[in-house]
């Protein structure tokens, strides 16, 4: 990896949220290019394994600066997606993010790479969106070489969200928003780019991202639906349901499985929205990172997967 900037070539990474979807497919990509890390988690990892693990959470001060000791950039991943209170959201994402900063600054940590939502393009829909809203705010006004990276829906090994969709495909009946379009990214390039951005330059400095598959346009929620179904070998049915279908089935959730059911009011809200394409504008510059993994065959790995972890 080349350097650029005040960070060296192999950078000692401060990361929150490695134990979560997507940081765990970091800390194997840190691992394979031997990039030191020191991660923040609740239940951390067995002491002395790659990476360091540093027990706390986003509320603890004294961890926070721990984890940022010597670091050179801080890869903030840490958050909550899903919550019966808004307050969670707030808590986690908008305050969990001020801590962050906070303890990078007092640290001396000059780079902070921000991993947010394309929910946050549209803070009206749903207390998530807002959250990531309002913590981009902070993140671009808290005086460090900062980099925002919005991703659109990602899929992979491990994911427990997208999985719901492979389950219902092997069922045989998919239900999707009605109307709309998505964009979609594999965990492993999403990985990637974070680990290409570390490199701090006036091409990615100060500047907020938008990756995705490269499929111009992004996906319309059946055909990915069918796509999903392709990958577990069936057809299925797909059915589009109104906002107000998803409303109520939301309760249904609620009712059924209490504060783990995945579709809330709050998730309803952005999913009925007609518009989660990424912007062509905001891809991040093809000398630092281009997608690699073409969507129906992330699919199929994904799916098989499943099946080798018994998830299906």
């Not at 958050?79 to 001020?98: I, K, Y």
């Not at 783990?260 to 009925?272: I, N, P």
Request: include cysteine.
């Amino acid at each position: 990896m080349s350097a650029q900037g005040n960070v060296a070539a192999r950078p000692l990474i401060a990361l929150t949220g490695g134990t979560g979807f997507v940081g765990q497919t970091l800390l194997e990509l840190c691992a394979l290019r031997r990039l030191p890390v020191q991660a923040l988690a609740r239940r951390p990892g067995s002491d002395g394994a790659d990476p360091m693990w540093i027990k706390g959470d986003l509320a603890d001060r004294p961890a926070l600066d721990r984890m940022m000791q010597q670091a050179e950039v801080v890869i903030h991943l840490a958050g909550v997606v899903n919550a019966p209170d808004p307050a969670q959201f707030e808590a986690a994402n908008v305050t969990g993010t001020m801590a962050v900063i906070e303890a990078a600054r007092a640290a001396g940590v000059p780079r902070l790479i921000f991993v947010s939502s394309l929910s946050a393009r549209e803070p009206g829909l749903s207390a998530y969106g807002a959250s990531k809203a309002r913590a981009e705010m902070l993140v671009r006004a808290s005086g460090l070489d900062w980099t925002i990276v919005r991703p659109p829906a990602i899929y992979g090994p491990r994911d427990k969200e997208m999985f719901e969709l492979f389950r219902a495909a092997k069922w045989g009946v998919v239900p999707v928003p009605a109307g709309g379009r998505a964009s979609m990214i594999h965990v492993e390039d999403l990985a990637r780019l974070l680990l290409a951005l570390i490199p701090s330059g006036p091409n990615v400095s100060g500047q907020t991202f938008e990756p995705d598959d490269g499929l111009p346009g992004g996906w319309a929620h059946p055909d990915m639906a069918r796509a999903i179904g392709a990958s577990v070998g069936r057809r299925p049915w797909v059915i589009e349901l109104s906002r107000r279908t998803l409303e109520r089935a939301a309760c249904v959730d609620g009712w059924l499985r209490g504060d783990k059911a995945k579709l809330t009011a709050d998730r309803v809200g952005y999913m009925t929205h007609p518009d989660w394409v990424c912007s062509p504008q905001a891809a991040p510059p093809p000398a630092v990172w281009r997608p690699r993994i073409e969507t129906r065959g992330g699919f199929v790995s994904t799916a098989e997967w499943y099946r080798r972890a018994g998830w299906l």
